[in-house]
């Protein structure tokens, strides 16, 4: 997985935080450029279902709110855009992430890599959801029924 | 000095603020105000708690400086 | 890589082909499950310049047509969503191809794959991309200034 | 017998049509159909050509059947 930054260099790379509904299709479609055939996308959405990793317990989500540590989180989102093109083959990569109160079904994030080959592409765009799920400053409350809960991540 | 630390996610919850501020000495390091921090709110002592320096993860040796932005978070959960 | 069918059993699966523009989005979002946290979409689009692989010549293609061995191409498709959920832990699988003329940037093909585990909607939707490359029977024909050429893939 | 053979993409843009027929023995393999047209038309002599029947890629070794649902294409290239 060599890097090859001076042909692949990032032209519409972009990272956003957003209030806003995020539609997938407009992300993966910025990231498009003309000599490229595939984008890989993923998108992570509000679970209804969730199942606590210690205690095994499930729970319904009435709706989700993410906080960031915004100017923070973009500075984090530009070193992952910028360690992914060095060590993957690829053209655009374009992160939004959702904050504020989400109803279940929502997108939260949505990461689109475009690279001349597809294999470069997923590859990225699985490390740079793992990466942000562990280092950008975000975090997840769920709200249930009878209560709600910040969620903690893994320590980095 | 008067440190003023940014809290967010469970951290704010805990303190019931968006911001605390921490009286420090001087020499003092990132470790030292994660300390000083869950002695003042019991509840964040259980959680696994991070320091950014001016938005960058402090590892915990690092000395904090005054104007240096502070900040207290949980392990992230964002995705 | 292990299956476990009975939990997640197909639920929302599907395989279509259509002469419409195709919305990534729509796609993806049909195979959310509420159990689920992410979806990993490949979306593939007509590429406005070629590269011939034997001579490397680069060419500018005007628009593409894509043609289909109908029924054969969605009995193709339906295989490959069932061995995918042979071989990896995913939930449902929605794969839409387009037909017909399409103009530069155009979706041709998108692949959303859901799943509880991100890694493992990552590996299917790759693998699932590949397959449909090499068996599915359809046809692109790229239509340039200056004549047309239907493409060869890879044999099988 | 007559075959009747579905082409597409390149195979129908070389026939001119989007099925040909040709005539066959009984005991013709799926390698003797690619053969014989083959030799009918000389275009597709250069191509990986592939045969299926019934909606299924045959390798070679079948012995065709009357009422089969016999096409004939090229390597595949969509996606």
């Known amino acids: 997985m060599l890097t090859n930054a001076g042909i692949y260099q990032a032209t519409n790379d972009f990272v956003e935080l957003t209030s806003l509904v995020i539609d997938i299709t407009s992300v993966a479609r910025r990231v498009m450029p003309p000599q490229c055939g595939a984008t890989v996308t993923l998108d992570g959405y509000a679970r209804q279902v969730t199942r606590n990793k210690e205690t095994g317990e499930v729970r319904e989500t009435e709706y989700l709110e993410y906080e960031a540590y915004e100017p923070m989180a973009l500075k984090e989102m530009e070193k992952l855009v910028a360690a992914a093109h060095d060590q993957f083959e690829i053209s655009n990569v374009g992160i939004v992430h959702r904050l504020g109160k989400l109803a279940i079904g929502e997108t939260s994030v949505v990461i689109s890599v475009a690279a001349p080959h597809r294999k470069a592409a997923f590859a990225a765009c699985e490390w740079l959801i793992r990466e942000l799920k562990r280092t950008g400053p975000i975090w997840k409350k769920e709200v249930y029924a009878d209560g709600e809960k910040w969620i903690e991540g893994e320590s980095i | ?79």
């Open chain 2, 1 to 79: 000095m008067v440190a003023q630390i940014l809290l967010f996610g469970a951290t704010a919850a805990i303190a019931g603020s968006r911001s605390i501020e921490i009286e420090i000495g001087t020499e003092t390091t990132a470790n030292l105000i994660l300390e000083k921090v869950s002695e003042r709110f019991p509840g964040m002592s259980s959680l696994k708690l991070n320091l950014s320096i001016n938005q960058q993860y402090a590892t915990g040796d690092e000395i904090i400086c005054d104007n240096d932005e502070l900040a207290i978070f949980t392990a992230v959960s964002g995705g």
